[in-house]
C-alpha cells in the first residue's frame, strides 16, 4: 500500500469513505461467540471479510483485543461469548518482577494467532487497507500492573513504571513487525489508559514509548494510527509529537472543539458512541447523531468518520447500516 495515496482519496469528498473500527459485530454474521473469535485465526479472518463485504469503509480493521499483548505475558485473561476478553489480575508488584520478568517470545501466545489472521485476511481483501490492531505500551503497562495501581505507581515507584514500560515497548515492536510480515498495511495502536494521564505524566510514562514503537516501523507503505479514547484535550501538544500517520478519538471528547488543535495536514477520525449510538440507539437516531458530527466536520479534508472506539460485538446491526448510510448521504450531496 501506498500510504499516502491513501490518505490523499481520504481527503477528498468525493472518494472519503468512513473507517469505523468494526470487527466484533461479525460474530452476529458467522453466528459464533466472541470467545471462539478471539481463538481463531481463520474465523477471524472470515469475521474482518464478512464485515468488510458488507461495509463500504476505507480499510478493514482487524480486533482490538487489549488483553492478546498482556496474556503474551503471562497475565490471566477472561473469556465471554459477548464481551472483549480482559485481564483478571496483574503480574508485577514490585521494581524486582518488573526488571525480572521474561520479555516473551514474538508470536508468543495469541500474537502468532492474530498475524495469522492478517495473512488470511490479506489474502482475501484486495480492495482496501487491511489495518491490525494492537496495544499501547502504557496500556499494556497498566494490564501488567493493574490500572489503578498504576497511576498510583507513577508517583510513588516511576522506576518500577519505567521498567515495566521498557518491556512492554520492546514486546510492542516485535509484534508489529510480526503484523507487517505477515502482510498488514498498518496498525491501529490503541493507547487508551494515557488518556486518564496528566500532561506530565502523560509526556513521561507513554509519549516517548509511543514514539519508540512508531519510529521503527515508519515506510511509505506502513500506515501508523494512534487511538486513545481517553480526554485527549489537555494532552493534544505531547500527542501531536509522535508523528502518526494519523490519529483517531473516542468519544469521551467534543471532536469538533477538538479539531481546531489539530494541523490541517495531520489526519484524525473519530467520534461516534459505539456503546451510547452504535449498541443503543435506533437506526434513526444513529442516522442523525452521525449527520449532525459530519455536517460540523465533515466539509474538513483531514477529518475521516469512525466510531469512537472499537465498535461491541452486540451492536446493532441496523445502527451500524445507518452510520454508513449517513456518511454515503452526506459525501454523496
Not at 471479510?49 to 487489549?66: H, I, K, Q, R, Y
Request: net charge negative; glycine share 6%.
Amino acid at each position: 500500500m501506498n500510504k499516502q495515496a491513501w490518505f490523499d482519496v481520504q481527503k477528498d469528498p468525493k472518494q472519503k469513505k468512513p473507517m469505523p473500527l468494526i470487527s466484533f459485530p461479525c460474530v452476529q454474521k458467522l453466528g459464533i461467540t466472541v470467545g471462539q473469535l478471539v481463538t481463531d485465526s481463520k474465523m477471524q479472518a472470515d469475521g474482518i471479510c464478512a464485515m468488510a463485504e458488507c461495509s463500504p469503509s476505507a480499510a478493514a480493521v482487524s480486533m482490538m483485543d487489549l488483553s492478546v499483548e498482556a496474556e503474551a505475558f503471562g497475565a490471566p485473561v477472561r473469556f465471554s461469548d459477548i464481551e472483549v476478553p480482559t485481564v483478571t489480575a496483574p503480574i508485577i508488584d514490585d521494581i524486582e518482577e518488573a526488571e525480572d520478568i521474561v520479555l516473551p517470545a514474538v508470536g508468543a501466545g495469541r500474537t502468532a494467532l492474530f498475524a495469522e489472521a492478517i495473512r488470511q485476511t490479506k489474502e482475501r481483501i484486495t480492495d482496501r487497507p487491511v489495518f491490525a490492531g494492537v496495544i499501547g505500551p502504557f496500556s499494556l503497562a497498566g494490564r501488567l500492573l493493574d490500572m489503578t495501581e498504576i497511576m498510583i505507581y507513577c508517583y510513588t515507584d516511576p522506576e518500577m513504571v519505567a521498567a515495566t514500560l521498557e518491556k512492554c515497548t520492546e514486546f510492542i515492536k516485535g509484534y508489529v513487525g510480526l503484523l507487517k510480515e505477515a502482510g498488514a498495511d498498518g496498525i491501529v495502536m490503541a493507547e487508551p489508559a494515557a488518556g486518564l494521564l496528566s500532561p506530565q505524566l502523560n509526556a513521561e510514562f507513554s509519549i516517548p514509548y509511543v514514539k519508540q514503537i512508531l519510529d521503527a516501523h515508519r515506510s511509505d507503505d506502513f500506515a501508523l494510527i494512534y487511538h486513545n479514547c481517553g480526554n485527549v484535550v489537555p494532552l493534544m501538544d505531547d500527542i501531536l509529537t509522535i508523528g502518526a500517520d494519523a490519529y483517531h478519538f473516542g468519544n469521551a471528547i467534543d471532536l469538533v472543539e477538538l479539531a481546531d488543535k489539530i494541523p490541517a495536514d495531520v489526519p484524525f477520525m473519530g467520534n461516534i458512541d459505539p456503546v451510547g449510538v452504535l449498541s443503543r440507539a435506533t437506526a434513526e437516531e444513529t442516522y442523525t447523531i452521525t449527520m449532525e458530527l459530519l455536517e460540523k466536520l465533515g466539509d474538513r479534508p483531514n477529518f475521516t468518520l469512525s466510531s469512537g472506539c472499537d465498535v461491541p460485538a452486540m451492536a446493532k446491526l441496523d445502527n451500524i447500516e445507518a452510520f454508513y448510510k449517513a456518511s454515503a448521504d452526506y459525501y454523496g450531496k
